[in-house]
């Protein structure tokens, strides 16, 4: 199967273009370990729909009134875009009626969403991310988790949403951008699908990524420097270094991209905590975790400087974390870093 290469060879003539063609679909249903009662699978399509729903209205944002706010601010004291609020009416749409889903947490809704006779999965989403780059046509994303409910015949309970990222079965993101596309594990590995618009379909573009061994990018907020603990500054301070591997820095300010373009072409996206706001600003059950997922999936670590992502245990749905994400390398000097001066 094809994994990325930033120098692609050209495409071959000639054949029947569908003979190369894979779609999510196809590939879902290829990949569903045997006994597999296909719910997983079914949620996963599902969200491939949500993704293609938001995608044609993010198309058309410009021609609409979608760019604008809705007027309505969020738990978060965040003000919603109505990209935010029409994301998430989509996709508790679809997931509510699915009848694979019992319980969404969703960035944009203050409580947990409880779906009766709902299915056995518990799912966890940011419906947009980097929403105040909407305004400026810059890329976005939808993020997701996936948990298995505990106990099938009883619950939910908040213990099937207040658990650590280990527990995810699956975990992903849609990224909005020159084209979208669709970036999944289920637990065996990482797989990016492109929208191919025209026949409305997700089709395999990419299987078992990985992230690659020399770092590209790191991706921190610089302006915040002055205000993050002294490992992180002295991280950035070693990756600067002439004898360091040459990484440039970028910042899109949409998560879901930044970690997307690392996992593409090596890196480490971050989003610290600051002396006035220690746990930083993204949210451990539906940023932190699944990117941290998605990361180990493709090689790499997600950590909040001191210890695994995966490994926090929420005790509030909108609990936020500090992020260091990407290539397992970078996140770990990164630890090294903030546990002693001697981190190089
Ligand atoms: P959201 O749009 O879901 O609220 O998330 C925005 C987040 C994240 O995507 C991004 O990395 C970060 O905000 C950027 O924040 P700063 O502008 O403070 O760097
Ligand atoms: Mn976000
Ligand atoms: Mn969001």
């Given at each position: 199967m094809s994994t990325f290469d930033p120098d692609p060879p050209a495409p071959a003539v000639g054949g029947n273009p569908a003979d190369q063609l894979i779609t999510i679909k196809r590939f879902l249903a290829d990949r569903q370990p045997a006994g597999a009662t296909g719910n997983l699978t079914g949620l996963l399509y599902d969200i491939a729909l949500?993704?293609?729903?938001?995608?044609?209205?993010?198309?058309?944002?410009?021609?609409?009134?979608?760019?604008?706010?809705?007027?309505?601010?969020?738990?978060?004291?965040?003000?919603?875009?109505?990209?935010?609020?029409?994301?998430?009416?989509?996709?508790?749409?679809?997931?509510?009626?699915?009848?694979?889903?019992?319980?969404?947490?969703?960035?944009?809704?203050?409580?947990?969403?409880?779906?009766?006779?709902?299915g056995p999965y518990v799912v966890t989403c940011d419906p947009l991310d980097g929403s105040s780059n909407i305004d400026a046509n810059v890329s976005i994303g939808t993020i997701f988790g996936v948990f298995r409910r505990h106990d099938p015949d009883n619950g939910p309970t908040t213990e099937d949403w207040l658990r650590p990222g280990s527990d995810l079965v699956a975990a992903g993101y849609l990224l909005y951008s020159t084209s979208t596309m669709l970036v999944y594990s289920a637990g065996d590995g990482v797989h990016a699908f492109t929208l191919d618009p025209e026949a409305g379909e997700f089709l395999l573009t990419w299987s078992d990524l990985e992230f690659p061994e020399d770092p590209s990018y790191y991706s921190f907020n610089l302006a915040a420097s002055a205000h993050w603990e002294r490992g992180v500054e002295r991280f950035v301070d070693w990756?600067?270094?002439?004898?360091?591997?040459?990484?440039?820095?970028?910042?899109?300010?949409s998560a879901v991209s930044d970690f997307h373009r690392n996992?593409?072409?090596?890196?480490?996206?971050?989003?610290?905590?600051?002396?006035?706001?220690?746990?930083?600003?993204?949210?451990?059950?539906?940023?932190?975790?699944?990117?941290?997922?998605?990361?180990?999936?493709?090689?790499?670590?997600?950590?909040?400087?001191?210890?695994?992502?995966?490994?926090?245990?929420?005790?509030?749905?909108?609990?936020?974390?500090?992020?260091?994400?990407?290539?397992?390398?970078?996140?770990?000097?990164?630890?090294?870093?903030?546990?002693?001066?001697?981190?190089?």
């Open positions: 949500a993704g293609k729903l938001i995608s044609s209205k993010t198309r058309r944002a410009g021609l609409t009134d979608m760019l604008g706010r809705s007027g309505v601010t969020n738990v978060q004291g965040e003000e919603q875009k109505s990209l935010d609020v029409y994301a998430d009416q989509v996709i508790a749409g679809l997931l509510g009626k699915s009848g694979k889903v019992c319980a969404l947490v969703s960035e944009e809704q203050p409580e947990v969403t409880v779906f009766e006779d709902g990756a600067n270094r002439d004898d360091t591997p040459t990484m440039s820095q970028r910042y899109i300010g996992l593409l072409h090596g890196g480490i996206f971050a989003y610290p905590g600051t002396d006035e706001e220690p746990a930083g600003k993204l949210r451990l059950l539906y940023e932190g975790a699944p990117l941290a997922y998605l990361a180990e999936q493709a090689g790499g670590r997600g950590s909040d400087s001191r210890e695994s992502l995966l490994d926090l245990v929420p005790t509030d749905i909108h609990q936020r974390t500090p992020v260091f994400v990407g290539a397992r390398g970078l996140v770990e000097r990164l630890e090294a870093f903030v546990a002693g001066p001697d981190g190089d």
